[in-house]
């Protein structure tokens, strides 16, 4: 059922762009200075979000506007920001052809269907005449399992600007390495929050399985007995701390699958909690793979990779790429319960604060932290030329 319901909309979705294509031909509509942004359409809280508001804000000259769906959590924040386009709409179709700038965090998501126009676009369907930006969704550290076609494509750091020219020679002409959106606003709160955050990734084989099959999955399993460890319980209870589980934005969909029976933790939802505001407050990140680690490390606090499918998830959702969790790594590796807990118990042991061998590495690895990565990104964004 699930994917005969995106069959069905991805169906509807062509036909209003063959539609409007056609509008937009007939009426011969003339292309304009807008620059379109964007981040999947339903959200507003990451690198598109603060590049836009940073355009608002310093940029009143540029004829900037925001696609999200007005049914989003995140709508109103824009909708007070700035100019909004509501998403599926006939204005974000004819925007589409029209803009000068199409500004993404994700590829073709400023489109109304990611998926749809990346076969659009290799099928050469397309219609955009506006330069296409790739903001990103996190730090690259696996290889791409898609190249995206776009004008300027932004980096957030040296070591992921160097990896992408070697692996990828076809970028290396619209690569720059500006430091992510996102990051001018990360900055650790003064007070310990007492608030441990526990976010793994998704598995993008279980994108699909029913509900049944997906509780039947080790990724599941290892989370539930996290979420349910009489361990943990005790340490949380020991240290007076609470654990948030936030799971990313594609395993959001099963949250009604996991459970737990200890009151300390709270299973957190895509439309009560902001991701970003949740990595300032917690004192301590548990992850596997999530590049979400990256900004955490930014603000110098301690985190654990817990990682207990490795072998399974390089084969089947990404393979490894210049980054060693363990040599490079801003925090211990572990692939057990209890280890997990040792770890956790030995950081709180330590007041929530960093090892110096982890703070090295993140200095190491990050060249740009002066806040002024939207000033950066909008000036390259400026010098792509329109055609």
Not at 144 to 153: E, N, T, Y
Not at 169 to 194: I, W
Not at 230 to 236: E, M, N, R, S
Request: net charge positive; hydrophobic share 35%; aromatic share 14%.
């Amino acid at each position: 059922m699930r994917k005969l319901k995106r069959i069905f909309k991805m169906i509807n979705v062509l036909i209003k762009y063959i539609y409007y294509m056609s509008y937009y031909k007939f009426r011969k509509i003339e292309s304009n200075s807008l620059w379109l942004i964007s981040e999947r359409g339903n959200d507003a809280r990451d690198n598109g979000y603060h590049l836009f508001k940073y355009i608002v804000k310093k940029h009143p000259e540029i004829n900037v506007k925001y696609v999200i769906d007005s049914s989003s959590a995140d709508f109103a924040k824009v909708n007070k920001l700035g100019d909004v386009i509501e998403f599926n709409s006939k204005e974000h179709y004819i925007s589409l052809m029209t803009a000068e700038r199409l500004i993404s965090t994700h590829i073709m998501g400023y489109t109304p269907d990611m998926s749809l126009f990346t076969r659009l676009d290799k099928l050469r369907l397309l219609r955009f005449k506006g330069k296409r930006i790739f903001l990103q969704h996190g730090i690259i550290i696996n290889t791409l399992p898609i190249i995206p076609k776009c004008d300027l494509f932004i980096c957030g750091a040296t070591s992921e600007y160097n990896f992408l020219s070697r692996v990828y020679p076809s970028l290396k002409k619209v690569l720059k390495n500006t430091g992510l959106a996102r990051y001018d606003n990360l900055k650790p709160p003064r007070k310990v929050s007492k608030k441990i955050l526990f976010m793994p990734t998704f598995r993008r084989w279980l994108n699909y399985v029913t509900d049944d099959e997906y509780r039947e999955s080790k990724y599941f399993k290892e989370i539930e007995t996290i979420l349910n460890s009489v361990d943990l319980a005790k340490i949380l209870e020991d240290n007076d701390y609470k654990m948030i589980f936030y799971p990313h934005y594609e395993t959001q969909k099963r949250l009604h699958l996991f459970t737990t029976n200890n009151e300390r933790i709270e299973i957190a939802s895509f439309d009560k909690f902001d991701v970003q505001q949740l990595l300032i407050e917690c004192d301590i990140l548990i992850t596997d793979f999530s590049s979400v680690f990256f900004d955490f490390a930014y603000m110098h606090k301690p985190l654990i990779y817990y990682q207990t499918d490795t072998e399974e998830f390089r084969k089947k959702h990404y393979s490894e790429g210049y980054f060693s969790y363990e040599k490079d790594g801003f925090g211990p590796v572990v692939t057990s319960n209890e280890e997990l807990c040792k770890n956790l118990s030995e950081t709180l042991l330590n007041k929530s604060k960093i090892k110096e061998k982890y703070n090295k590495r993140i200095n190491n690895f990050f060249n740009k932290t002066d806040r002024n990565n939207c000033k950066r990104i909008f000036n390259e964004i400026s010098k792509v030329s329109r055609e």
